[in-house]
Structures are given as structure tokens and as C-alpha cells.
């Protein structure tokens, strides 16, 4: 389980890392949503709060980026 949850940090960190090369904004999100989410995960099991708040954070505004493209299109 505890390999399970650090291979879920490592994805997270990839998936990031991704979304930061990536042209696309969409597909940025999509990484950063993904990616933001599993670190999450990872920072819930090693109980680092200002990591959980970190990723939170980061996640909804990646959310909230995602939508306003999706549903606000100009």
C-alpha cells in the first residue's frame, strides 16, 4: 500500500510536469487536475498540511481554469 501511494506522488509529479510543457491550456488543466489530485493523495498519507492545502488549492484553481474555458468559451 505505502509503494501504491508514492508511485501515486511520482504520477502526480509527471502529470505536472507535463502539463507545464504542454501548449494547449486545455490539456494543461487536464494534467494539472490529474496530476494536482494525486499529489493530494500522496500529501494526505504523509500528513503534511501545508502540502494538503497546497494541492487543494492548486487543484480547484486548475478546476476552475478548466470550466471557465469549457463553459465561457469568447
Same mark, same amino acid.
Given at each position: 500500500?505505502?509503494?501504491?501511494?508514492? #508511485?501515486?506522488? +511520482?504520477?502526480? *509529479? #509527471?502529470?505536472?510536469?507535463?502539463?507545464? +510543457?504542454?501548449?494547449?491550456?486545455?490539456? &494543461? /488543466?487536464?494534467?494539472?487536475?490529474?496530476?494536482?489530485?494525486?499529489?493530494?493523495?500522496?500529501?494526505?498519507?504523509?500528513? /503534511? *498540511?501545508? $502540502?494538503?492545502?497546497? &494541492?487543494? +488549492? $492548486?487543484?480547484?484553481?486548475?478546476?476552475? /481554469? $478548466?470550466?471557465?474555458? &469549457?463553459? $465561457?468559451?469568447?
Amino acid at each position: 500500500m505505502i509503494e501504491i501511494l508514492k #508511485i501515486i506522488g +511520482v504520477l502526480g *509529479l #509527471i502529470l505536472i510536469i507535463i502539463g507545464i +510543457v504542454t501548449k494547449k491550456r486545455k490539456n &494543461q /488543466d487536464i494534467f494539472y487536475i490529474i496530476g494536482g489530485t494525486c499529489l493530494t493523495i500522496y500529501s494526505i498519507y504523509i500528513r /503534511d *498540511l501545508i $502540502f494538503i492545502i497546497l &494541492q487543494i +488549492v $492548486f487543484t480547484l484553481a486548475a478546476i476552475y /481554469d $478548466f470550466a471557465k474555458i &469549457q463553459f $465561457f468559451k469568447k
